[in-house]
């Protein structure tokens, strides 16, 4: 299986710009701050062409400018959409997401990981509650039309496509992938848990992972890279 076979769903950038800064962060030269900086100007490259796709604008109320003059201001929709970082790596990308946007958006954390034998994700933490969708209407909200989930890697797509189910079941209508790197198998596992509902969006892709489940040649852990760890 190669990129050329991944579903229609699924985007891959080709920003210039983006691709360089995707080569500095494989680098193991890049130090913790070299890290954190490069995955917040990656994500937000990446997020400006998912967001592209996944809002419209709309024409919001009256406003003025520093002459006086009044003008009609703009808003974007869906009205409802949070954030998604998966725990810990996906951390780094919520800055850089939440800056593009033009209000702030409720964040929920998605704790999930890899049991080693089998892979396969497990389940530590969600707080999927209800939330404030919207500032100036305070009654709570149960989910948001749009979930955005930030995750640096999709290995074998086992966490993501999880992801993925427990926001459908929560009751998201839609949901946009923003990843850094992911390989093809696993790219193609998450694309194909909600297809008709979901939108990957990547900066590259890997052909192959190890036996443990990293990408090849890959960008390491980006957790461990991002809060100077070690991992279990």
Excluded at 36 to 57: D, F, N
Excluded at 133 to 154: F, H, N, R, V, Y
Excluded at 191 to 209: C, F, K, N, R, S
Aim: with cysteine; aromatic share 4%.
């Amino acid at each position: 299986m190669t990129a050329a076979d991944l579903p229609s769903n699924v985007h891959v950038s080709t920003h210039p710009c983006l691709q360089a800064k995707l080569s500095q962060l494989r680098s193991a030269s890049a130090n913790a701050r070299e890290v954190k900086a490069l995955i917040h100007e990656i994500s937000t490259i990446l997020g400006c062409e998912a967001l592209a796709k996944a809002v419209v604008s709309t024409p919001g109320s009256k406003d003025k400018t520093p002459l006086g003059f009044e003008y009609t201001t703009t808003d974007i929709f869906p009205k409802t959409m949070s954030l998604v970082p998966i725990l810990r790596s996906g951390l780094g990308m919520v800055d850089a997401i939440q800056g593009i946007l033009p209000r702030a958006v409720p964040i929920h954390h998605l704790g999930l990981f890899r049991e080693p034998t089998t892979l396969e994700p497990v389940e530590y933490y969600n707080n999927l509650s209800n939330h404030i969708a919207d500032p100036e209407d305070p009654s709570p909200t149960a989910a948001s039309s749009l979930a955005i989930i930030l995750d640096p890697i999709i290995a074998t797509g086992g966490t993501c496509a999880a992801a993925i189910q427990t926001l459908r079941e929560w009751g998201a209508q839609r949901v946009v992938v923003i990843s850094i790197l992911g390989a093809v198998g696993g790219i193609k596992r998450a694309a194909e848990e909600w297809p008709e509902a979901t939108e990957v969006w990547l900066a590259g892709v890997d052909e192959e992972i190890t036996g443990s489940g990293m990408l090849k040649p890959g960008l390491g852990d980006v957790g461990d890279r991002l809060f100077l760890t070690i991992g279990r």
